[in-house]
Each structure stands twice: as structure tokens, then as C-alpha cells.
């Protein structure tokens, strides 16, 4: 490995391995420096923390869409952020009605599940539709193409909302079970809404590793992933497995969507697309393909994003440092596809192309 | 009538006429091979049959009904398996779970557990390693594990796409032996294989295949005879 590296090395590489130096260095003594002002409070690090984990949940369930599709499909479903900002757009519309007819209040918990599975379902429904009408007629095309059908659905759908729901903010609805926090000890605290966030994502996670590890037809996507051709000799229906993955992945991304919306309650047309690239970006961060990578990436993702500007930049006496958390986020991304272009756990795939 | 049968088929790949009319029969309880050289067609005619590639014309007939026209997966159901070229197992699920989806088109759990159990009786290899992932198994145990899951759906028919390819004679050897027992056992065999004095050594009849076109056909014995064929593919002179 070492010596294939020398063999191969030119001036861009050096080059990149300056700058990847000079980032590490940037890290290490704008980390020193805050530390050593001593500005921030543990209580608040670990607010921070916390943030970073909800916020790398959601980011984690979003992500595991993108890495089955491509696992199975050796495509970037990039309207994938829009089947996670549909399924919290409609399970808006259940929340805020459940809430205006005081139904919420009543029975809290029965109406936050109905609005889970009116955003899942609705994220569902849309995921199998846009594989039938829009992905299933070019398979077989060049990977080029269902990209570029992807991102124009993705248009689609966004303009879509836009077009019957305008384009104003609405203000999610303030669920009273979810308000408030939780005291650990001393000045440490944690929100309801975060322990809701991390905990639900958990359990699906958790529901989506043994679907796909013990059940037949989570076997049989992991079957259809390596080999097509040999998974229809089986007698797989290769097509019936696709469409149960984009399901799958969509129900995933509307829980996502709700989570996503108890957290910063606001709902629009384009909510979808950051999070969506962050998504993304979890999901190659960790190994695109590989549904581990993708939950590590997310939350790796969520922690690195809310704890990193804070950390490395106030002490290098950067205003504002948080405005800059995308760009901490994105820069991450270029360094791993430069220095790990497989992502952390994403020696599984190289292994399989070759 | 024949338990397969196939009538003049024609498969294209894109605009490339792969197979030019090829007519075959099997009976029940034979095996049949399929013999000739590179790019003759052999493979594509396996392929044909399991419904991986649709046939532009002609049938192909199991017990009468005509499966042209259904797709792979909807042929396993009819009864034909397939060990594909290269074996082609799931290097990333471990041995039992090939098996099992081996046994995708199977509901009845009480059959597929005894499948299983021959399986491991005429493979004791897989079942030594039926928890580790397929992809860190040797070359022979793959083919095993690739012939012990086509087993898996009880199929009628078997089509067999160069089990001996990559495997060192010991592991051929065995493999034949296999493949003869299971046919033993019921199981009627379509092989397709390079090393064709082996093949004609376990076959009852065989057809010689040449670019797209059967150009031969007899009982194994005859085959073996032949000088065209001992020349061209037995390589005697």
C-alpha cells in the first residue's frame, strides 16, 4: 500500500496532502485555543454534543435511503431529499390539524404516531411511484441518465409542493409532551425533543438492521445488491425488491422528516435540500452502499457539524463560527473522497467491483 | 414427450444473432451435455432457458408448457435451476443464507430443511463452514455451494454452466461425482462444460455446438467416437 502510494506520486498529491495538513493543524490549534479561553461551559459542549447526535440521527435515517438505493442500484437517487421534505410536509398537515381540532393535546402520543405514518406513508407512496414512473423504464441506460432524472424529480416534486402550498414558512406545531427538557444532574439537561429524536431514530435503525439481516426479503436485498442476475435465478423478483427498497429507504426519510421537523419546526418547499446534501454526504462519508457506513456517517456527520465550528474556529477568533458549519461539513466531505474515497467503512464495496 | 424441450430458438444480444435455431430435447432422468468451444453459444443457451435472455422465436417446453415467455425468476417456480458460470454465489451472505435463497422460491419450511439437510449430506464441507461469508471460501467449496443451492429449489431440471471451470482435477473429480449422484437421486441435467471428455464420461447423449448451431448430436458413447470430435474438442488427433 505504502510503496504503491510513492509509486504513484505526483504534485497534486503532495499538494493535497499539504493542504489536508494544514487543515489537521488548523483543527488542532483552533481546538487548543477555544479550549484554553475556557468561553464555553461544559454544560455547553455538551449541549453541543447532544445537538450534534439528534441532529446526526435524522441525518443518519435520510442517509440510509440514499445508501440502499445505491447499493442495489449503483444510483444516486437525488430526489431522495424531496421524499424526506414531501413526507414531513404532509405529516405537517396531520399534525397541525390534529392540533388545531385539540386532538394532539388529548392523546399526544396516538397523535404523534398517526402523524409518523402519514408522513411515512406519504414519502412511501412517492418513492415507489418515482421508481415506477421515473427510474424503473431506464434501467439498464447509462448511469449518466437516471442521474440526471433524478435531480430533474427532484425539481419536480419541490415545485410541485411550491406550486399547490406556496412558498411562505409555516411554523410546525408546538407538541406540549415534547416541550421542555430533562434535568441529568447538576446544570446538565437534555431536551424532550432530542431524546425523542435519538431515540426513535435508534429504534428504526435498529428495526431496518434486522429486517434486512434476518428476513427473507431483507436477505434476498442483500442477494439482489451483489448480483442481479444470479438473484432472479433464485426466483428473487429482482424489480419486487428494488421497489421494497425505495419504500424502505422513503419510510425511513419521512420518520426523518417529522424528527427533523420537531427539532427546527419550520416547514417549506426546499426544506428538503440541505439536509438532504448532508445526507449525502453522511452516506459517502461512511461508505456509500454500506448501511453501517451510512449510520456512522450521519451521526459522525451531525456530532462533527455541530461541535467543529465552536471548537476549531472561536479560538482562532473567527466571528460567528457557527454561520460556518456547512462549510466545515462540506470541506469534511472533500477531504474524505480525497483521502478515503470509499469512506470510513467502505472497503466492503471496492472489494465487491473488483 | 420430453420433460424439456426446445424448438428453433433464436437469441440475440442487441443486433448479434447469438443462437441461430437450436433444437434439444432432454428426457427424464438423463444427463445431457452440451459441448463446443468458445463463444459456440452454450452459455446463451443456458441462459435462454432459465429466461435470463427472452428468445427472439422458437419454445422451450418443460412437461409441455411453453416458458419463452416467462422471465427468470418466474422459471425457477416452473422447475429448472441453474448453476451459473463463474458459480456466481453471494460472496457477501455466508453459506446458509445462499442456500436459503436457493430456496427463495420454496414456502414450505419442513421441505426446505430437508433440502437443506441433503445439501450438507452430499456437501459436508458446506456445512462445516454454513456460518462464514461465501466470499472467503475456497474455489471448489464455491462451486459446491453454488450446486448445493440450485439444489435448494428441487428443480426438475438442473442446467449447469461449467461447473469444472478454475477447479483443480481433485475438485472436478468430485464435482462429477456429484453431479452423477444427484442425477441418481432424480434430478435431470443439463451441463454445459469446456472439458468435454469428462463431460461425455457422465453424460448419456450430448450435443456439439458451433457458432449458434448444433451441429451434432448423439449418444455420449457415439460422441466420443467421433473423429471430428475427438479432434476438435477431445483433443486426439
Redesign the interface.
Known sequence: MQSYRIKKINFTDVFMWVVGAALLLLIVVGSFLTLQEEKYTAVQWFDLAVFGLAQGSVYALIALGYTLVYGILRMINFAHSEIFMSGAFIGYFAASSMQKSGFMQENPLLGILITFFVAMTTSTVLAVLLERIAYRPLRGAPRLVPLITAIGASFFLQYVFRGLFGTHNRAYPEIEIIKGTVPISGDFQIQKIQIVVILAAALMMALLVLFVQYT?TG??M??VS??K??????????DKIIVNTFALGAALAGAAGVLYCFMFRIVTFYMGFIPGIKAFTAAVLGGIGNPAGAMLGGLFLGIFESLGPTLFLDGLGIPAPYQLKDVIAFTMLVMVLIFRPTGILGE?LS??KA | MSLLSIENIHTYYGNIHALKGISLHIEKGEIVTLIGGNGAGKTTTLRTISGLLTPREGTIRLNGEDLSKYKAHEVVYKGISMVPEGRGVFARLTVTENLEMGAYSRKDTAEINRNMERVFSLFPRLKERRTQVSGTLSGGEQQMLATGRALMANPSVLLMDEPSMGLAPVLVELIFDIIQQINKEGTTILLVEQNALMALGIASRGYVMQTGQIVLSDTAEKLKADPTVQKAYLGME
Open positions: 427473507k436477505k434476498a442483500r442477494a451483489e448480483d442476475a444470479v438473484a432472479a435465478l433464485m426466483g428473487i423478483d429482482v466492503r472489494k465487491t
